[in-house]
C-alpha cells in the first residue's frame, strides 16, 4: 500500500483535491439560508458543471500553457494565450448554469445568476482554483529536482565508497604477499597453512565484501585469519590477546572497517627486533551498540610507512562518515610506550 501511495502520490493528491473541491461546492449551493429545501438534482448538474470546467481549463493551463511559459519565460504570450480560453470557458459556463436553473424551474436562483456580482465571482474564483493547480505543478517540479538531487547525492556516495574500497584491496595484497614472501624466504613450514588461509581471506575479499553490509562474524573470522597470519609470521613470539565479548547473532556491518587498525598495530607496533612488544584486541558489543578496541606497543617511527599509514587511515575516517554518518565515534590516544584507537558504532 505504501508503495503504491508513493508511486502514485501526485494522481492521488490531484483526486483529493477535486474531491475536496466538490463536495465544498456541493455543500454551498446546497445549503438551505431560508428554510427551502434543496433540489439536489439541480446541484449535482451545477457541480458538475463546474468541476468540469475548472479541471478542463486547469489541466489546460498544467499541461500545455504552463509549460510553454516555463520555456520561452514570456509572460506576456503566456498571458494572451491563456486568457482568451480562459475567457471563453467560464462564459460558457454562467450561461450553462443559468440554463441549468432555468430548466430546473429554480426561479430564485435566475436573478442572482444574472447579476454583476455572480459574474465576477465566477471569474476570480475560476482563477484562483486554475492558480492553485497551477501552483502543484511547481511543487511536482520541486519534489522531482529533489529526489534527482537525492539520487545524484547517493551515487555519488556510492561511487567514492567503491573507490575507498578498491583502495583497501591491494593494500591488503601488499601487507599480505611481504608476510608470505617472508615466510617462504625463510623456508617456514607454515608456508601453506598461510597460502589457504590467504586463499580464505582473498575469498571474503573479493565477494563478500562486495556487499553493503556482512554479518560481523565473517568480519571477526577475517580478523582472527589475519591475526593467525601475523602470528606465524611472527613464530609466535609476540604476545597477541583477542577478545570477543557479547552477541554478534544477526548482526551486519560495512566489510573491512576494522582492517586497518589491525594492519596499523601489527605494522608499527610489532617487530621481531623489539622488546616487549604486544598486541591487543578487544570487540564488545550490547545490543545494536559495537566497541572496537586496539592497542599496540610502539616501535621507532618509519617516515614512509608514517605516510602510509595516514592515507590508510583518512580512507577509513572517510569510509565511516559515508557508511556511518553521526553513528560513531573515533578515539585516538597517542602515548610515549602505547597507541591505542578505540571506534564506538551504532549499528542501525
Known sequence: MNIFIQRNRILLLHLAFW????SFFLYQITFSRHGEEPDYDTAFWDAFAQIGTMASLSYLNYFFFLPRYLKSQKFWRYFFEFIIPF???????????????????????????YSTKFVVQSYIGSLFIVIFVGMLRFAEDWFELEAKRKEIEN???????????????PHFLFNTLNNLYYLAFTNSPNTTEVIAKLSQMMRYMI?????????????????E???SLEKLRLNNQIPINFQ?????????????IFITFLEN??????SNNAENAWVNIYIDV????????VENSKIPKNTNNEEKSGIGLQNLQRRLALSYPDNYELKVQDENDKYSVELNINLV
Open 244 to 256: 570477543v565479548t557479547g552477541h554478534t547473532d544477526g548482526l551486519m556491518i560495512v566489510p573491512l
Open 265 to 270: 598495530a601489527f605494522k608499527h607496533g610489532v
Open 155 to 169: 551515487e555519488k556516495l556510492m561511487a567514492e565508497l567503491r573507490f575507498l574500497k578498491a583502495q583497501i584491496n
Open 225 to 227: 585469519n589475519y591475526i
Open 87 to 113: 475567457v471563453v470557458l467560464i462564459t460558457a459556463l454562467i450561461y450553462l448554469k443559468r440554463y441549468i436553473y432555468f430548466e430546473e424551474g429554480e426561479f430564485n436562483h435566475k436573478g442572482f445568476l
Open 207 to 223: 565477494y563478500d565484501s562486495n556487499h553493503a553490509t556482512v554479518p560481523m562474524s565473517k568480519e571477526i573470522e577475517y580478523m
Open 286 to 293: 550490547e545490543g545494536k551498540q559495537c566497541t572496537y578496541k
Open 19 to 22: 474531491c475536496v473541491y466538490f
